[in-house]
C-alpha cells in the first residue's frame, strides 16, 4: 500500500463517520436516545452535548457546541448543564 492509498483510507473513513451526523435543526425530545456532555479542555477545545437520536427511522448524531471561553464559557456552560438536568435529559 502506497503512503497516497493511506491517505485516501483514513480519508475516506472520516467521510464515513461525518455522515453519521445530521444537520437537523430541531430535534424533537422524543426522539432523543442519549445525551452525553464532553468538558472543554482548557485552550484546546470547547465544551460540547453528544446528542443521539432518531431521524427517519434511522440513529443520527448531533454536536451541539457551547460558548468558548473568549465568550464566557464557563458560566454558559454551567447555564445549559442546569438546563438539561432539570430538563431530565442528562
Request: proline content about 6%.
Amino acid at each position: 500500500m502506497t503512503f497516497s492509498g493511506l491517505i485516501g483510507g483514513i480519508l475516506l473513513l472520516g467521510i464515513i463517520q461525518i455522515l453519521r451526523y445530521s444537520p437537523t435543526p430541531v430535534i424533537e425530545r422524543t426522539s432523543i436516545r442519549s445525551l452525553k456532555f464532553i468538558p472543554a479542555r482548557k485552550f484546546i477545545s470547547r465544551a460540547y452535548f453528544k446528542v443521539e437520536f432518531e431521524h427517519q427511522g434511522k440513529m443520527a448524531k448531533r454536536l451541539i457546541m457551547l460558548p468558548g471561553s473568549l465568550s464566557n464559557g464557563p458560566s454558559e456552560t454551567e447555564n445549559a448543564l442546569k438546563v438539561m438536568k432539570k430538563a431530565g435529559l442528562i
